[in-house]
């Protein structure tokens, strides 16, 4: 983990650079092997993590700092899959509060956490030491079931499943 | 209030169907401008309401929560919504929020307009 | 200068990412007001860059690290370009060997530094203190012309003009 | 010795003519697999060689590079040399060199096989 990344992108929380960033994600997730409807899937889960960043984290403010940093997860020697982390400095909030709505409640807003679930195999929520939230994803080759693994436990200890 | 967002929301009659075909990325800065324009459209009444996807390039999930509210008050009012002409991309968002069996969806226009949809 | 990038990317010095920072650079370009057409030539003078660190810098190792930083330039209140920092810890040359070639003379290569003058109003070369070089451009909304302006000092003041 | 790259390239014979046509991007990992189709196209002394371009998504200089060479063998051996079907993206990329005046370019195969270009 204290290896530097493949990639890292640090950006303002602007919208203006959503777009871009997705699509250097999607075209990445390609090029290291990842089927191309996966790659698809990774970038709209890791849009979502940024715009609820800047929407919830930074509370639509565009001068906040947000760190996507990429990592491969290599088994055996063989590309196995993603390790993506999401860092910032925003507003904290107890990674309890951060889910995903149910379904059967057809209604507006709680879709992103939700897609991003669905799309990654592990999803973390912490608070970071000092100020802001960490997001950590994994996304493994070939698997394509929702999140199951542990969820939402914050830096001071505390957990819960989502 | 929402700032709107550079979206181009293209909104047609057609044999008493309104048609709302918003273009381009449909994300958090354009929903706002989508959702007024189909709450302009139930507010004229229609016989139903089709949303024409062909010209969406990207939808992220205020877009699908726009569609989601649609389809709230095309219950509460009682008018068919129908989707249509959805790009390989959008419909992937609508599969993985596990949403495209909530919606009406036709193929196109044709048969979204068509009275079996 | 000491403002945060807009935005930054990290990347090692491997081409399978190029073609992803190419397209963040190319739609970033676009969505803070480029013309598709200057958006396509920032983007193409970036990747030829990079390529050029990976492959001169780096000599084509692929664990290097390159940082790639993007900073707008406004005046009076509005967008009116870029500018762009690309900075490596791979061979140091000196800048006066980076040159574009004369056209006149056919033969493959040096085409990369020519293809970034053209689309660039600013390129300049500079060993870095430590270790590695950085390439600093500025691309001005609506500029069409080749790089002019100075070019090509290093930090131990020596100069040349490309 | 440059590592080949994941490109394809599609060599054909038609009416004496060489066609090749690379698929994908050319770029530094590609170059070299480009180059040795074309200098074993030449080898085989066709009437006139033309690259096909249509199937090439992006071209970086190792690409471009790659045809100045080629336009050097076919200087040399008085072989005509014609590109062929290029992408808007990629004819940028020859006229930001100012290569686009160098080569004989024709708008499609079909004209790069008339004896006129
Ligand atoms: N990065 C974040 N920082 C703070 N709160 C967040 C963050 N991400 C998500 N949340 C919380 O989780 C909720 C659900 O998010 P989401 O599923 O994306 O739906 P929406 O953004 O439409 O509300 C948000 O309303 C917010 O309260
Ligand atoms: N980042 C760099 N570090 C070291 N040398 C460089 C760098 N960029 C360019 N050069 C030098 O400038 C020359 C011209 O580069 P370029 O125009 O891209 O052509 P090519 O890469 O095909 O040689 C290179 O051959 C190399 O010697």
């Known amino acids: 983990m204290n290896a530097p990344p493949d990639i890292a992108v640090e950006l303002s929380s602007n919208p203006a650079?959503?777009?871009g960033v997705r699509e250097l994600v999607n075209l990445i997730s390609r090029r290291v092997g990842f089927p191309d409807g996966q790659a698809s899937k990774i970038a709209l889960a890791?849009?979502?993590a940024l715009a609820n960043v800047m929407n919830h984290g930074y509370l639509r403010r565009t001068d906040g700092r947000i760190w996507l940093r990429i990592y491969r997860i290599d088994a055996q020697g063989a590309f196995s899959g993603f390790r993506i982390i999401i860092e910032d400095e925003g507003r904290q909030v107890d990674p309890s509060q951060i889910k995903s709505r149910d379904l059967a409640d057809i209604r507006p807003g709680g879709l992103g956490v939700h897609i991003i679930r669905e799309v990654m195999d592990t999803v973390l929520y912490e608070k970071r030491e000092s100020t802001g939230m960490r997001l950590t994803m994994v996304?493994?080759?070939g698997s394509?079931?929702?999140a199951t693994g542990s969820c939402c436990t914050d830096s001071s200890g505390?957990?819960?499943r989502g | 209030m929402a700032e709107k967002g550079p979206i181009v929301v293209n909104v047609r009659q057609i044999d008493g169907a309104a048609v709302v075909a918003p273009e381009g990325e449909v994300g958090y800065?354009?929903?706002?401008?989508?959702?007024q324009a189909l709450r302009e459209a139930f507010d004229r009444k229609p016989a139903r309401l089709v949303a024409d996807l062909s010209g969406v390039t990207y939808m992220a999930t205020p877009g699908l929560a726009t569609l989601v509210e649609a389809l709230q008050i095309s219950k509460r009012t009682q008018t068919p919504l129908v989707l249509c002409a959805l790009s390989g991309r959008v419909r992937a968002v609508f599969e993985i929020a596990r949403l495209h069996t909530v919606f009406t969806i036709a193929e196109d226009l044709q048969s979204a307009l068509s009275p079996k949809a």
Chains 1, 3 share one sequence.
């Open chain 1, 46 to 48: 890791v849009d979502e």
């Open chain 1, 144 to 146: 394509d079931a929702r």
């Open chain 2, 29 to 35: 800065h354009e929903a706002p401008t989508l959702r």
């Open chain 1, 158 to 160: 505390g957990g819960c």
């Open chain 1, 17 to 19: 650079y959503l777009c």
């Open chain 1, 139 to 141: 996304k493994l080759l």
